[in-house]
């Protein structure tokens, strides 16, 4: 671990092999449902599978509070659920596509797809405690950007080539690849030596699990202005992204993108701009504070938004659109998205601390992703009700009230000056 680039070597495929799995529901699906003629409301519904990453939050002190030494605190977390998430996208390649119109294999596919949330889930518990105790304070953004890379790679893999591998190959196969990427990733960390960390230096301060020790730790976020400002902008941050979550990829769907198109130009290209903006974003603040970098960055992804707008309204008028602009679009809605997501991780991990890692920074990513889970699951009911072009200028219009968190966070915030 003394070795930097093998810390973020570490970090970089525990979290691209966290991404493949959570491409495919995220970028992959929408689109095989939409193709199948699901509608918003439902796919919006599917929402409810990513609920493990919101209530993660219950079991992440028990990932602080318990790990076999011998191992490695969280080695002993990350390795079991990264044999565990192999073991479920094989069982997943044995559930036929061409039978999900049936109420037994939909319920078994439903039930796999949750359980591998589960475990990816917790490994996400494991990674982010062993990221914020290895890494320093000069590091913190570098690792993110390592991060959000190996994520977005992830993605493009779970994703986009999910995507075009089934207009090529067969159900089973592809899945099978997956998991043999899911192995490789975990290569590293097998042969990586962890050290003693301040989770278990500092056993006195671990959270008492009874109601007077939730209590003392939710005070943390909310004790002094500046961090309940903080705790104000995690339950915003994330109000646009999930409103808008089932929209996008089934806007494409409708305007004529066929499968290759939307796993290739789309998916892929995204995130392919996606890393281009992790790295942008991990430079920029070498330039600029973190603070100053969350707003500028925000204010962009506004822009991004009102971008999709414009598309809705042309579909909905009729109008010809070149499908490079389609892609063009989409690509720096991924490039802005990822560059603010390495500055608000960098961020949630500074306001983490060390003998609390796994939990502090698990708590604040489940505030975001509650919020936009929860918005996700309803708003294609929405979608559905007022079309693309309204709901979608509706949603800029929320994502501008949400900058005002910010911008009073950045008030109270001294590192900025």
């Given at each position: 671990?003394?070795?930097l680039r093998?810390?973020y070597l570490?970090?970089f495929?525990?979290?691209?092999?966290q991404?493949?799995?959570?491409?495919?529901?995220?970028h992959?699906?929408?689109?095989?449902?939409?193709?199948?003629?699901?509608?918003?409301a439902h796919?919006?519904?599917?929402?409810?599978l990513m609920?493990?990453?919101?209530?993660?939050?219950?079991?992440?002190?028990?990932v602080?509070?318990?790990?076999?030494q011998?191992l490695g605190?969280y080695?002993s977390?990350?390795?079991p659920t990264?044999?565990l998430?192999?073991?479920?996208?094989?069982?997943?390649?044995?559930?036929?596509i061409?039978?999900?119109n049936q109420?037994?294999?939909?319920?078994?596919f439903?039930?796999v797809?949750?359980s591998?949330?589960?475990?990816?889930?917790?490994?996400d518990?494991?990674?982010?405690?062993?990221?914020?105790n290895?890494?320093k304070?000069?590091q913190?953004?570098?690792?993110?950007t390592?991060q959000?890379?190996?994520?977005?790679?992830?993605?493009i893999v779970?994703?986009?080539?999910?995507?075009?591998?089934l207009?090529?190959?067969?159900w089973?196969?592809?899945f099978?690849?997956?998991?043999?990427l899911?192995a490789?990733n975990?290569?590293?960390?097998?042969?990586?030596k962890?050290?003693?960390?301040?989770?278990?230096?500092?056993?006195?301060?671990?959270?008492q699990?009874d109601w007077?020790?939730?209590?003392?730790?939710?005070?943390y976020f909310t004790?002094?202005p500046l961090?309940f400002?903080?705790?104000m902008v995690?339950?915003t941050?994330?109000i646009?992204?999930?409103?808008?979550?089932?929209?996008?990829?089934?806007?494409?769907?409708?305007m004529g993108?066929?499968?290759?198109q939307?796993g290739?130009?789309?998916?892929?290209?995204?995130?392919?701009?996606?890393?281009?903006?992790?790295?942008?974003?991990?430079?920029?603040?070498?330039?600029?504070?973190?603070?100053?970098?969350l707003?500028?960055f925000s204010?962009?992804?506004?822009?991004?938004?009102?971008?999709?707008?414009?598309l809705?309204?042309?579909?909905?008028?009729?109008?010809?659109?070149?499908?490079?602009i389609?892609?063009?679009?989409?690509a720096v809605?991924?490039?802005?998205?990822?560059?603010?997501?390495?500055v608000?991780?960098t961020?949630?991990?500074?306001?983490s601390r060390k003998?609390y890692a796994?939990?502090?920074?698990?708590?604040q990513?489940?505030?975001?992703?509650?919020?936009?889970?929860?918005?996700y699951?309803?708003s294609?009911?929405?979608?559905?009700?007022?079309?693309?072009?309204?709901?979608?200028?509706l949603?800029?219009i929320?994502?501008?009230?949400a900058i005002?968190?910010?911008i009073?966070?950045?008030?109270?915030?001294?590192?900025h000056?």
């Amino acid at each position: 671990m003394s070795n930097l680039r093998n810390v973020y070597l570490i970090l970089f495929s525990l979290y691209w092999a966290q991404g493949l799995p959570v491409g495919f529901m995220t970028h992959a699906l929408p689109v095989i449902l939409r193709a199948q003629g699901v509608s918003l409301a439902h796919i919006g519904g599917f929402g409810l599978l990513m609920l493990p990453w919101s209530i993660k939050i219950f079991w992440a002190p028990l990932v602080d509070k318990f790990g076999y030494q011998k191992l490695g605190h969280y080695r002993s977390w990350i390795i079991p659920t990264q044999l565990l998430t192999i073991f479920v996208l094989i069982t997943l390649s044995f559930i036929p596509i061409e039978s999900l119109n049936q109420p037994a294999y939909l319920f078994m596919f439903f039930a796999v797809l949750l359980s591998m949330n589960l475990i990816g889930a917790t490994q996400d518990v494991a990674t982010d405690g062993l990221a914020v105790n290895i890494l320093k304070n000069e590091q913190q953004h570098w690792g993110n950007t390592f991060q959000v890379i190996g994520s977005r790679l992830g993605f493009i893999v779970g994703g986009g080539a999910i995507l075009w591998a089934l207009d090529w190959f067969n159900w089973q196969m592809t899945f099978l690849v997956l998991a043999g990427l899911v192995a490789l990733n975990t290569l590293p960390i097998l042969f990586t030596k962890e050290p003693l960390h301040t989770s278990k230096l500092n056993q006195n301060k671990k959270i008492q699990f009874d109601w007077g020790g939730i209590k003392a730790y939710l005070a943390y976020f909310t004790n002094t202005p500046l961090l309940f400002a903080w705790l104000m902008v995690l339950i915003t941050f994330k109000i646009a992204d999930g409103l808008s979550g089932p929209l996008l990829k089934p806007l494409m769907v409708d305007m004529g993108l066929s499968f290759s198109q939307i796993g290739i130009y789309v998916t892929m290209l995204g995130v392919c701009a996606a890393l281009l903006g992790a790295g942008l974003a991990g430079l920029s603040l070498k330039l600029i504070s973190r603070a100053k970098a969350l707003l500028v960055f925000s204010v962009l992804k506004i822009l991004s938004l009102a971008a999709y707008a414009w598309l809705a309204d042309q579909y909905e008028a009729k109008a010809h659109i070149s499908s490079w602009i389609i892609y063009l679009v989409n690509a720096v809605e991924d490039m802005v998205s990822s560059m603010l997501l390495v500055v608000m991780l960098t961020l949630v991990m500074q306001y983490s601390r060390k003998e609390y890692a796994g939990t502090d920074f698990t708590f604040q990513v489940a505030i975001m992703a509650t919020v936009s889970g929860l918005l996700y699951s309803f708003s294609g009911f929405f979608g559905d009700v007022f079309g693309y072009k309204s709901y979608l200028c509706l949603i800029c219009i929320i994502a501008v009230f949400a900058i005002i968190p910010i911008i009073k966070w950045l008030k109270l915030d001294k590192s900025h000056n």
